[in-house]
């Protein structure tokens, strides 16, 4: 239940009437009861816990939804929620039906802008600023709360460098808890870290440009003189230029981000200061809840967990249960890197989401964290393959989409080695339709000389690592899996060659063929035991690959009933189930399809298999679609 101050908070008007004493009572309130939902609902719990001072002021202080509050990624914006009249329906968070777990315009007034992905606010609320002047609404605010690790994303620096040379009214708040899921990585994280270090500089700064007038924003000679003597000083003190005041923007902080009345002070200030600014504020991922400010990359999202303990709890076993394909992939990776010193890894700030962490702390010399940066982490990987390495580029499917062109220009059109790993294949559960990996297969197959593969099970995945590190191919590879457990705990088994473009007859049947790529093949499996009571023998083919395709295998499976059932976990558009009705035209088959995938619309979110249940491609889908099939 939520405290008595939050049960009566409906909107952010509702924060308006409240003391500085009962704000921070608040902020107390809403941080046990996202400890409260998140333990038995799982969800993005740290960062959340981070921003609660930050939420609450940034409600207080600004008029929304008239002003423009923009959350990047969006992982840290459930106290947003909360106050914004979400505060009941927030217990269905990321459930079937329920609420988002992600700001959405078709959600509340009060999100302003869809998210998920990261290092997109920035752009978003500079083209609201923008279109704010374009309507003569001078007196609009416009804020993007930014933060885990966001700012080492390529858009959000394009953006910067674009709204520094506009007079739009627009504030951006840096989140700066140091950490995306993993720690942040690179050159900005050291430079924030000094910039922190020199708090007293930029308090002296600050402080002297109030004195003398900055808030008015008119220029003033004595202000320009400032500037210069200001310049001077971080010069001496930094060593270094503020970075983002080479960009135009007026830098305040940094600041406490859970100070509640310093955070409110300096909001109102920044309220009439024209202009593009930033406020720096450092905060805690996790904060009021000691396991998750120890252990932050586990909290990020933990799972279910005891909130007194902060134990985490295994809810579907007991320690006996298939590893996840990701431990496969990361335990594999050390194994074939110690085989071949030419392997190397690369992921976009995902590491231990993907498990290339159980490598990297091993052989860290061959794993490199990119951050946040997609396409920069497909290009480096290109030049990587140049000199004769063999990256293993790993990505989430969804996040793919953001390096697409890179994998196109820098990589297929060279002819680069380069093993595309794409993790989080096909419907992924509660992220909801920003991270589902529904296009993968599509995008990916329209990409020429692109060989691409995805196994049935963890051996499979094994398989195609072991193969994509021998072939003596020049063309890139993707291998796709899905998020979550395999099929056995006996996985570790002596690597085998798998052909490139070779499928395989996982089972026989007379009354029709199901043709299936990647782990859904095991639901066609299930089908097919259960469809034998009814008296429907299916045949089941794994075609291992989407591309090249197993031509050979599909004139069997036609050959061998004129009824077929593709089944993909994946887009129905130019996928698995295209490519089949493309080789039936082109050899001028007459059967009967039916394409099982994820159709063409947008999934929302749910657990898998309520998402497969209802794309109707899970075991009981199959079941329903062979005896209509078969019917006909």
């Known amino acids: 239940m939520p405290g008595k101050l939050l049960a009566t908070i409906n909107s952010p008007d509702d924060l308006k009437?409240?003391?500085y004493e009962e704000l921070n009572t608040?902020?107390?309130?809403?941080?046990?009861?996202?400890?409260?939902?998140?333990?038995?609902?799982?969800?993005?719990?740290?960062?959340?816990?981070?921003?609660?001072?930050?939420?609450?002021?940034?409600?207080?202080?600004f008029d929304t939804p008239y002003d423009k509050l923009v959350w990047d990624v969006g992982h840290q914006a459930y106290a947003h929620k909360i106050i914004t009249g979400r505060r009941k329906a927030f217990r269905t968070n990321r459930t079937y039906k329920g609420l988002s777990g992600y700001p959405r315009m078709d959600e509340s007034e009060y999100d302003?802008?869809?998210?998920?992905?990261?290092s997109t606010s920035i752009s978003a609320v500079l083209g609201m600023a923008v279109a704010a002047l374009q309507m003569n609404e001078k007196n609009r605010q416009h804020i993007a709360v930014i933060?885990?690790?966001?700012?080492?994303?390529?858009?959000?620096?394009?953006?910067?460098?674009?709204?520094?040379?506009?007079?739009t009214n627009m504030i951006i708040i840096l989140n700066d808890n140091g950490i995306a899921i993993d720690k942040n990585v690179g050159a900005l994280k050291d430079y924030l870290t000094d910039v922190v270090a020199s708090a007293t500089y930029n308090r002296f700064k600050n402080k002297l440009w109030e004195m003398l007038g900055g808030k008015t924003g008119k220029p003033s000679y004595s202000r320009t003189f400032l500037k210069k003597i200001g310049n001077t000083i971080k010069s001496s003190v930094l060593g270094k230029s503020n970075f983002f005041e080479s960009f135009n923007f007026r830098y305040f902080g940094p600041v406490d981000g859970h100070d509640?009345?310093?955070?409110?002070?300096v909001l109102k200030d920044l309220k009439q200061i024209p202009g593009p600014k930033i406020l720096h504020c450092v905060t805690v991922k996790g904060k009021g809840f000691e396991p998750a400010e120890r252990e932050q990359t586990i909290f990020h999202a933990p799972g279910v967990f005891d909130k007194k303990t902060g134990d985490l709890i295994e809810i579907d076993g007991n320690g006996d249960l298939p590893p996840k394909y990701q431990t496969v992939f990361g335990k594999t990776m050390i194994e074939l890197a110690e085989l071949n010193d030419k392997i190397v890894a690369v992921t976009p700030a995902m590491a231990s989401g993907c498990s290339l962490d159980l490598m990297m702390s091993v052989m860290p010399e061959r794993v490199f964290d990119v951050g946040i940066a997609e396409q920069h982490a497909v290009t480096?990987?290109?030049?990587?393959?140049v000199e004769g390495l063999i990256p293993f580029c790993n990505i989430y499917s969804s996040f793919m989409q953001r390096g697409y062109d890179q994998v196109i220009h820098d990589v297929a059109l060279q002819n680069l080695h380069v093993v595309f790993c794409l993790d989080r294949g096909g419907l992924v559960g509660e992220d909801g339709p920003t991270h589902h990996g529904s296009f993968d297969l599509a995008y990916m197959r329209s990409i020429p000389d692109m060989i691409i593969c995805a196994p049935l099970n963890e051996i499979e995945l094994r398989n195609m690592m072991f193969t994509a590190q021998l072939t003596s191919t020049n063309s890139p590879i993707t291998i796709r899996y899905p998020r979550g457990r395999a099929t056995t705990t006996d996985w570790k088994q002596p690597f085998k060659i798998i052909y490139i473009g070779k499928g395989r007859k996982l089972k026989e049947g007379k009354d029709m063929s199901i043709i299936t790529i990647?782990?859904?093949?095991?639901?066609?499996?299930?089908?097919c035991r259960q469809l034998m009571e009814d008296g429907i023998d299916a045949a089941v083919y794994d075609m291992r690959f989407l591309k090249p395709i197993d031509e050979k295998l599909l004139h069997e499976a036609l050959a061998n009933s004129k009824k077929?059932?593709?089944?993909?976990?994946?887009?129905?558009?130019?996928?698995?189930?295209?490519?089949?009705?493309?080789?039936?035209?082109?050899?001028?088959?007459?059967?009967?399809?039916?394409?099982?995938g994820i159709p063409d619309k947008f999934i929302e979110q749910g657990t898998p298999g309520e998402l497969y249940a209802e794309c109707g491609y899970d075991t009981d889908g199959i079941i329903k679609t062979a005896k209509e099939l078969h019917a006909v």
Request: proline share 1%.
């Open 518 to 527: 990647g782990h859904v093949g095991n639901f066609a499996l299930e089908a």
């Open 17 to 19: 009437r409240l003391s």
């Open 26 to 61: 608040l902020c107390a309130e809403i941080r046990q009861y996202i400890i409260d939902v998140i333990c038995t609902n799982p969800g993005h719990f740290g960062a959340s816990l981070g921003t609660v001072e930050l939420t609450v002021a940034l409600h207080y202080v």
């Open 112 to 118: 302003a802008f869809g998210v998920g992905h990261s």
């Open 147 to 167: 933060g885990d690790g966001a700012m080492t994303g390529g858009m959000a620096f394009e953006a910067l460098n674009h709204a520094g040379a506009t007079n």
């Open 260 to 265: 509640l009345k310093r955070l409110i002070k």
């Open 564 to 596: 077929i059932i593709t089944v993909e976990d994946g887009t129905v558009i130019g996928g698995l189930g295209t490519a089949v009705q493309e080789f039936i035209s082109q050899y001028e088959y007459c059967a009967k399809l039916v394409k099982l």
């Open 380 to 385: 480096f990987s290109a030049g990587m393959a």
